[in-house]
C-alpha cells in the first residue's frame, strides 16, 4: 500500500488534514472513494491472534487529523463490526481531531425495535458502540429505517442510493410502462418516493408480505397487470422477497419484474433463487462487496463511491451534505 497522502486545506491560519482510513471489509470500494478524493488510504497493519482477537495499527500519525473511517461490516459481520470498533479506539488514542465512521450499510438494522418481550434493540447498542469507541460521526446510505439516525447521538448523514438507482432504471427503460411495487405495506413511502424520482408513475403493494415465501394468502394491492414492476426494498438478503415478490407479479400479469435494493447483500444461495425466480433484472449498489462468485446474468451493480466522496469532502470542507443528496420526506 502507498504512503497516506492527507488532503491539506489552510483556512485562516488553520490547518486540517483529511485522511481517509479503511477496514479491511471492502478494499475495492475504499480505492474508488479514495481515487475519486485524490487521496490514497492511511497504510495499516492488520492481523488476527491465533484466538481470533483483531489487531491494527496505524502506520502514519493521525494526530489533528479528521479522519474518515470506512468499512462494511458484512460477511462475517461481527469480525468487522468490531474491527470498525478497534480502528476508532487506535484513532481516538492516537489524537485524531474528528472521527466520522462511514458505515454504507449499518449493520443490525433490521432490529430497532422489539417485536415481542425479551428481544434486544441491536441498531441502538450498535450506535452506543461507536460512540464508545470514539465516533464522533456517522455517515450511511439508506437506514432499513430513518430514526436510526437518533440512535447515534452526534450527527449523521444519511445518504440515498435511490436516486442513482432510479437514474439507471430510467434510463434502461426509457419508454416502459413502469408501476413501483413496495414488497409490504411499511415501504410504501419508499414505493412513492421512487415513483417520484422515476418522473410520476402508478404504485402497488404487496399484502401479507409475511407470506410471501410460501405463495400463500398474499395478494397485490394495485393494478400491475401488462405492467413492469419496480419492486424496491432497502437490501436483498436471501433473496426470498424479491423472489417471492416476482412470483406473485407475474401470477397477477406483469409483463417484467425488476428487483431494485441499495444493499446487495446475497446470502447463501440468494443468487441461485434470484435468477430461477423470474426476475428480469436485479439493481442493487456496491455498499456491500459481493464476489464474482455471486454475479449472475441480469445482476447491475452500481457503485456509491462517488456519491461517498462527494459526501466526505462536504464534511470535510463544513458544506452541506443535504444540499447534496437530500430527497425529501424519506
Ligand atoms: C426487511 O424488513 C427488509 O427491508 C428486507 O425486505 C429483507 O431484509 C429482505 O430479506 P430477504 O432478501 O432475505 O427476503
Not at 489487531?55 to 461481527?78: A, E, H, M, Y
Not at 408480505?209 to 436471501?238: A, F, K, N, P, Y
Not at 401470477?251 to 428487483?259: D, F, K, N, P, S
Amino acid at each position: 500500500m502507498t504512503a497516506s497522502v492527507p488532503a491539506i486545506r489552510r483556512e485562516g491560519g488553520v490547518t486540517k488534514r483529511l485522511m481517509l482510513a479503511a477496514g479491511g471489509s471492502h478494499p475495492g470500494l475504499a480505492d474508488a472513494v479514495a481515487a475519486r478524493l485524490g487521496t490514497t488510504i492511511a497504510p495499516r497493519t492488520a492481523h488476527a491472534f491465533a484466538n481470533g482477537e483483531v489487531f491494527v495499527r496505524f502506520g502514519t500519525s493521525v494526530r489533528g487529523s479528521d479522519v474518515f473511517v470506512l468499512q462494511t461490516p458484512t460477511d462475517p459481520i461481527n469480525t468487522w463490526l468490531l474491527e470498525s470498533l478497534i480502528m476508532l479506539d487506535a484513532l481516538k488514542r492516537a489524537s485524531a481531531k474528528r472521527i466520522t465512521v462511514i458505515w454504507p450499510f449499518y449493520p443490525y438494522g433490521r432490529q430497532d425495535k422489539k417485536h415481542r418481550g425479551r428481544e434486544p434493540i441491536s441498531a441502538r447498542l450498535v450506535a452506543d458502540l461507536l460512540a464508545t469507541a470514539g465516533a464522533d460521526r456517522l455517515m450511511t446510505v439508506d437506514l432499513h429505517t430513518a430514526q436510526i439516525q437518533g440512535f447515534f447521538d452526534g450527527p449523521v448523514d444519511h445518504l440515498r442510493a435511490q436516486p442513482l438507482l432510479a437514474r439507471h432504471v430510467r434510463a434502461a427503460h426509457p419508454d416502459a410502462d413502469l408501476t413501483v411495487v413496495a414488497p409490504d405495506s411499511g415501504r410504501v413511502r419508499l414505493a412513492e418516493t421512487w415513483a417520484e424520482l422515476l418522473g410520476g408513475r402508478p404504485i402497488a403493494f404487496v399484502q401479507h408480505r409475511d407470506s410471501l415465501q410460501h405463495g400463500r394468502g398474499t395478494e397485490i394491492v394495485g393494478d400491475v397487470r401488462g405492467r413492469v414492476c419496480v419492486v424496491v426494498d432497502d437490501m436483498i438478503d436471501t433473496g426470498a422477497t424479491m423472489a417471492g415478490a416476482s412470483r406473485l407479479l407475474r401470477e397477477h400479469g406483469a409483463a417484467r419484474v425488476i428487483a431494485a435494493a441499495t444493499h446487495g447483500i446475497l446470502s447463501a444461495d440468494a443468487p441461485h433463487r434470484l435468477a430461477g425466480s423470474g426476475v428480469g433484472e436485479v439493481v442493487i449498489t456496491d455498499t456491500v462487496p459481493l464476489p464474482p462468485g455471486k454475479r449472475f446474468p441480469g445482476l447491475t451493480v452500481l457503485s456509491v463511491a462517488p456519491m461517498l466522496a462527494d459526501a466526505i469532502q462536504e464534511v470535510f470542507d463544513d458544506g452541506s451534505v443535504t444540499e447534496l443528496f437530500d430527497v425529501r420526506g424519506m
